[in-house]
């Protein structure tokens, strides 16, 4: 699986936005880049993901690098129930028993300050 | 909104005892999956099973560990003979609705494994 490379931590102010990076220079054609979060004490949770194009969903935006190699989640006002662990992870399309499975790396802990 | 979900929710077994951890999947969903999270680690790829069978698993997923979906619904997850280091939250997931590629995976709750 395509590595992934993210600042350890980073910190936000309750309702400012937050740009979470991601490095993925190795990633290939068919790999998806999916972004998961995992709240405190609980499972990951998915957050969004794409593949050339940039995505909007309610949780969050995608930016996606023109060259594939860098991603950015855009959280457009943190709350404080946005602190958890962010996970960027490249994925490989799903055909029959193929899944591409999710690979976690360490991710990058989001801390909101109220 | 369909969940997975996961029993029990903590469970404490003594060493080398048999543990099964339940889970039971979104129910149109085709790829199924185990997870584990030992205390202050990141979550770790177990096996994931489509088609009745595994489709691929990591080197902690040795012979003591296997997986069954035994009556169309439940999906679970069956340590033969637990270890110290087994301790940790085992997250079980599914994905993959019929036509859909690359979709997201949903995750239960999780299941604590204690060992003692």
């Known amino acids: 699986d395509a590595k992934t490379t993210q600042p350890n931590s980073m910190e936000s102010n309750e309702e400012e936005p937050v740009h979470l990076p991601c490095n993925h220079s190795t990633i290939s054609g068919t790999d998806y880049i999916h972004w998961y979060r995992q709240l405190p004490s609980q499972g990951p949770e998915y957050v969004i993901h794409g593949l050339t194009s940039n995505v909007n969903n309610r949780m969050a935006s995608l930016a996606i690098a023109e060259d594939r190699k860098s991603s950015t989640l855009i959280l457009h006002r943190a709350t404080l129930r946005d602190a958890a662990v962010y996970y960027c992870?490249?994925?490989?399309?799903?055909?029959?028993?193929?899944?591409?499975?999710?690979?976690f790396g360490k991710g990058t802990k989001l801390s909101v300050k109220p | 909104e369909p969940e997975v979900t996961q029993t029990p929710s903590h469970q404490v077994t003594q060493m080398g005892q048999e543990v099964i951890l339940r889970c039971v999947p979104i129910s149109n969903h085709l790829y199924f999956y185990w997870y584990r999270q030992i205390l202050g680690q990141k979550v770790e790829f177990l096996v994931s099973?489509?088609?009745?069978?595994?489709?691929?698993k990591s080197e902690i997923f040795d012979d003591q560990f296997s997986v069954e979906r035994p009556d169309g619904s439940n999906f679970t997850l069956k340590i033969r003979s637990t270890k110290l280091e087994d301790s940790a939250m085992y997250f079980c997931?599914?994905?993959?609705?019929?036509?859909?590629?690359?979709?997201?995976?949903?995750f239960g709750e999780g299941s604590r494994l204690t060992v003692l």
């Open positions: 997931a599914s994905g993959g609705d019929r036509g859909r590629v690359s979709g997201e995976l949903f």
């Open positions: 992870i490249l994925r490989g399309r799903i055909y029959g028993g193929s899944q591409g499975n999710l690979i």
């Open positions: 099973f489509y088609n009745n069978e595994i489709s691929e």
